[in-house]
């Protein structure tokens, strides 16, 4: 039988989430897009606590670009908001979406940023 979108990815976050998790010393990289919007948060798991976060929702920049253009520009913010946090490593969550387009370009920028995977 058939998965719908939604609980195909569900399957697959979980069977990401079972591999990942986000330490003091390497916190996670969490992405979520939605249809018109891409936010990213850096977070440590073991304390459950966000230590960064940044979103193309009400973000300046981020208007006046395509979608993979806002994946780009919330990447180069999420990547500054992190090292300001004192975070210069983290593991990428994609969050059951393919490593393709907007996702991808969101951790290639942020890589470029200064962040490393």
Do not use: C, W
């Not at 069977?15 to 990942?20: L, M, N, T």
């Not at 006046?64 to 992190?82: C, L, M, R, S, T």
């Not at 983290?90 to 996702?103: A, I, P, T």
Request: hydrophobic share 40%.
């Amino acid at each position: 039988m058939a998965f719908s979108k939604i609980n195909r990815r569900a399957k697959i976050k979980r069977r990401i989430r079972k591999k990942i998790t986000g330490t003091t010393a390497i916190p996670r990289l969490s992405v979520f897009r939605s249809n018109k919007q891409i936010y990213a948060q850096v977070i440590d798991d073991s304390k459950g606590v966000t230590l960064a976060s940044a979103s193309s929702y009400k973000n300046k920049a981020a208007d006046k670009v395509n979608k993979i253009g806002q994946a780009v520009v919330v990447g180069k913010e999420i990547a500054d908001k992190a090292q300001k946090a004192g975070v210069d490593a983290v593991v990428f969550d994609r969050n059951g979406y393919l490593y393709h387009g907007r996702v991808k370009s969101l951790a290639e920028s942020a890589r470029e940023g200064g962040l490393k995977f």
